[in-house]
C-alpha cells in the first residue's frame, strides 16, 4: 500500500529564510509519480510540480527547488528567501502507475508560517 | 474563467438530511475526483470516475454517491447525514485516468453538519 509521511506539522520562519519540507513515500510499485500542492489560507488547492519515479533530476523553479532522491524515498522541496506570501500548508502527494484511478495518497501536511 | 468550480462554498444542514454538491471543470479533462478534508487538514480519496467507470474508496460510506451526467460534471449526493460528514469536500479533474496526471482542483465546499 501507498503511504506518504510529513514528519513537519508545522515551521515557522522568518522571512528571506530558506526552508526545506520533507516528504518521505512508501510505494511498491517501481513506477510512480510523485506531487506538490499548496493549500493557502483561502482554501484552495494548487499544483506545484510533479516527478515521475524514472527522472532524478533536481528541479528548481524560481524560489523553488525540489529534492527527488530514490535511494532514501524522499521528494523534499525547499523554499528559498522565503516570503509572507508562502505561508500556507503544503502536502505532498503520491499516485502509482498501477492505481486504478489514478487516486492520490496525500501526507499530513505541513504548515509553514513566513513571518515578516 | 474558473477551471474547476463547485457550488456551493457553504452548505450548513442538519442530521438526517441529504445534500448534494456539484462540481464543474471546463479544462476538457476526461477523469474527475471527489476528495474529503478533516478538520485536521488531512486529505483522502473517496472517489474517481472516468468514462462511466467509477473507481470507489473502500471506506466511503454507501451514503455518498457520485454522479456524472457528462464528462464536464461530476455531483455529489450524500444522503442521511451525520455529523462527521462535517468537512471540506474538494471536485479535482485530471486529463486522464492513469496515475502520471496531475489533478486540478476546486475551490471546495465546507459541509458543516448541525
Known amino acids: 500500500a501507498q503511504k506518504v509521511t510529513q514528519a513537519q506539522t508545522e515551521i515557522s520562519v522568518v522571512e528571506k529564510e530558506d526552508v526545506t519540507l520533507d516528504c518521505v513515500y512508501e510505494?511498491?510499485?517501481?513506477?510512480?509519480?510523485l506531487f506538490w500542492y499548496k493549500q493557502p489560507p483561502s482554501g484552495e488547492l494548487v499544483f506545484l510540480i510533479r516527478?515521475?519515479?524514472?527522472?532524478?533530476q533536481n528541479e528548481i523553479s524560481g524560489r523553488y527547488s525540489w529534492n527527488f532522491q530514490k535511494s532514501t524515498s524522499s521528494f523534499n522541496f525547499t523554499i528559498t528567501a522565503s516570503q509572507v506570501v508562502d505561508s500556507a500548508v503544503y502536502f505532498c502527494?503520491?499516485?502509482?502507475?498501477?492505481?486504478?484511478?489514478?487516486?492520490?495518497?496525500f501526507g499530513g501536511g505541513t504548515r509553514l508560517m513566513v513571518k515578516p | 474563467d474558473t477551471a474547476v468550480s463547485q457550488t456551493p462554498k457553504y452548505l450548513v444542514t442538519q442530521m438526517g438530511n441529504d445534500k448534494s454538491i456539484k462540481c464543474e471543470q471546463n479544462l476538457g479533462h476526461d477523469t474527475m475526483y471527489w476528495y474529503k478534508q478533516d478538520s485536521k487538514k488531512f486529505l483522502k480519496i473517496m472517489f474517481s470516475y472516468n468514462n462511466k467507470e467509477l473507481i470507489i474508496n473502500e471506506t466511503v460510506p454507501n451514503r455518498f454517491s457520485p454522479k456524472s451526467p457528462d464528462k464536464a460534471h461530476l455531483n455529489l449526493h450524500i444522503n442521511s447525514l451525520e455529523l462527521g460528514d462535517s468537512a471540506v469536500y474538494f471536485c479535482?479533474?485530471?486529463?486522464?485516468?492513469?496515475?502520471?496526471?496531475?489533478?486540478?482542483f476546486g475551490p471546495g465546499t465546507r459541509l458543516t453538519v448541525t
Open positions: 502527494a503520491l499516485s502509482e502507475r498501477g492505481n486504478a484511478g489514478n487516486m492520490l495518497t
Open positions: 479535482a479533474s485530471s486529463q486522464g485516468w492513469g496515475g502520471s496526471y496531475e489533478q486540478y
Open positions: 516527478r515521475n519515479s524514472f527522472d532524478e
Open positions: 510505494t511498491r510499485d517501481t513506477t510512480y509519480y
